[in-house]
């Protein structure tokens, strides 16, 4: 992961058949036509006994950021490295990143690895991705290296870059020669230092490891942000193994801000195995551990045979992981997959003038500057334009632009991002401007932390056995024309993933739509019943029927459960 500007190693196995004399591409993963050279006409200084041979190339100033391939042309031909250079235009905070677990593809319950992951990761577009090993279940038994060329190009299609470390049922032995030049390695985000290990039942942590993730610690304990390891093994014998070594376990761990342990599983951590290990360590300022379910359909031990990802929120030293699910016995649950999805209206190809999408969240958790990446074809004289979300950056295909598109998804439910290379294809928002009144103050669409307004439900009882929650308090839906003409409205509200129901009785009858006049508002009482109610800060969500985006407006909400 680099800058533009910026310079890095590229390390190269020679053969004879390459040739003596290389260039170097970058190309673009998702659009091909963006191709960048580095440096042209030149040779690599022999290294390693002259198997391998070594420059430093350096990034061009003016680069698209994204994940490119490296792309070498020698003597025979092309030779591709693929998403090996991440260019980024600036280091984020906070950012988001990504863990998949055991996958143990080949498993009767697991034949291949799931295709739904790598359309949720990329929709949450994480800045990286770390795997912790088990990819395959007979690899090291078989000795079979062509099953990292199957996880490659499964992982390859995730357009982040992707860091793994090997499990036990992993070929190791082909580890060097398919994925990387060593089981151990690292990894930096700006201030923040991964130290991905070789840690698991066939080849677990030896002393020689645990001195150099100690020196590698000691030269990261000054990092502004923290440090945080990767491994496949679960039983935390890392910290065993330091707390022998150091002795006061706590202090050495807050004074090399180790923060995260991440490491491989079958199921979610329940809070209970290995926590002895984690004795005089606080997750909230110290030490955080990390144990994924499952990325995959396999049911090994606990797992569920439906699989899981883990989003992983950093904002400065404090660590966001756990997703809170309406029913979740386990306070580390991790995501199934299968809530987050995209749906198209035509052919996201390049060929047409203008195409929707539709991105529909149905987890309890809202996901801000999430990424949907939409082509239309080239019009004479314009360039794309978006509604529903935020033009990004627009990359030049050759015979069509390919749009990135940020969108913020409410919790339970979904926004509607229409890209077109035409303004006039473009349609208008309604000129009504919607706001929250609960009580006597008004709520703004963007009220967080204490001004967020809360919301008590109490448990009710209707007929034939139906259970129902209701807030007595009084919340209303004012509308007010900003326009000079009269304007036909009909708002649809929901909350927590419900309708809301709206009384419009008191002013407009059962009249559907009404109609405001220019300069007028309207306020229509909301009846707050819902099925369920799941505590927690959610977005009341607002609409419109005419508008074809559906264009949301949304207020901060703090849900609360009478007991």
Request: with cysteine; hydrophobic share 40%; net charge neutral.
């Amino acid at each position: 992961m680099v800058r533009p500007g910026e310079e890095f190693f590229f390390v190269m196995r020679l053969r004879k058949s390459v040739g003596k004399r290389f260039f170097v591409w970058l190309a673009h993963s998702r659009v091909p036509q963006i191709r960048v050279n580095l440096r042209a006409d030149f040779g690599l200084a022999p290294v390693h006994g002259q198997q391998h041979g070594q420059t430093i190339l350096k990034i061009p100033e003016k680069i698209p950021p994204g994940l490119y391939d490296l792309e070498v042309e020698g003597k025979d031909g092309s030779h591709f490295s693929r998403h090996s250079v991440r260019v980024i235009d600036q280091w984020r905070n906070p950012f988001r990143f990504v863990h998949l677990s055991n996958m143990n593809i080949d498993d009767p319950a697991a034949p291949e690895f799931d295709q739904l992951l790598i359309d949720e990761i990329n929709l949450l577009a994480p800045e990286f991705v770390v795997c912790t090993g088990d990819f395959t279940e007979w690899g090291r038994v078989l000795g079979n290296p062509i099953d990292w060329r199957r996880t490659l190009e499964f992982l390859g299609q995730i357009h982040a870059p992707t860091y793994i470390v090997c499990g036990d049922h992993d070929d190791e032995a082909s580890f060097r020669r398919h994925v990387a030049d060593n089981e151990i390695g690292t990894l930096d985000y700006g201030e923040y230092h991964g130290i991905l290990m070789l840690d698991h039942a066939a080849h677990p942590i030896d002393n020689a490891q645990l001195k150099w993730l100690k020196a590698d610690l000691d030269a990261h304990q000054d990092v502004e942000g923290f440090n945080f390891v990767v491994m496949h093994n679960d039983d935390l014998h890392v910290l065993d193994m330091l707390r022998r070594d150091v002795g006061d376990l706590p202090t050495f761990v807050r004074a090399h801000k180790l923060r995260m342990i991440i490491t491989g599983g079958h199921s979610d951590w329940d809070l209970r195995e290995f926590a002895s290990k984690l004795k005089g360590l606080d997750s909230k300022k110290d030490l955080v551990y990390i144990r994924t379910h499952q990325s995959s359909t396999c049911m090994h031990d606990r797992a569920t045979g439906i699989s899981h990802y883990r989003v992983i929120e950093v904002d400065g030293n404090q660590i966001r992981y756990r997703y809170r699910d309406d029913t979740a016995p386990v306070a580390h649950d991790s995501i199934p997959v299968g809530r987050l999805r995209v749906f198209y209206s035509g052919k996201n190809d390049g060929t047409e003038d203008a195409i929707v999408a539709t991105v529909m969240n149905a987890l309890n958790r809202e996901f801000d500057s999430c990424r949907v990446w939409l082509a239309v074809a080239k019009a004479s004289g314009e360039r794309p334009g978006v509604r529903g979300g935020k033009l990004v950056r627009v990359l030049d295909g050759g015979g069509y632009w390919m749009c990135e598109v940020g969108v913020d998804l409410p919790d339970k439910g979904g926004r509607k991002v229409m890209v077109a290379n035409r303004a006039a294809l473009l349609p208008k928002p309604l000129p009504i401007e919607a706001k929250l009144a609960v009580g006597a103050g008004e709520v703004p669409g963007t009220a967080t932390g204490p001004s967020v307004p809360a919301l008590l439900f109490k448990k009710e009882h209707g007929g034939l056995g139906v259970t129902y929650y209701r807030c007595e308090q009084k919340v209303a839906l004012v509308l007010t024309n900003t326009s000079d003409a009269a304007e036909e409205v009909w708002p649809v509200v929901r909350l927590n993933g419900q309708a809301i129901l709206l009384d419009w009785s008191a002013a407009f009858g059962d009249r559907k739509p009404l109609i405001i006049q220019p300069g007028k508002s309207a306020r229509l009482p909301m009846k707050l019943v819902l099925g369920r109610v799941s505590p927690g800060e959610h977005q009341l969500q607002v609409f419109f029927r005419s508008d074809p985006l559906k264009r949301l407006t949304t207020f901060r909400l703090m849900l609360k459960q009478a007991r």
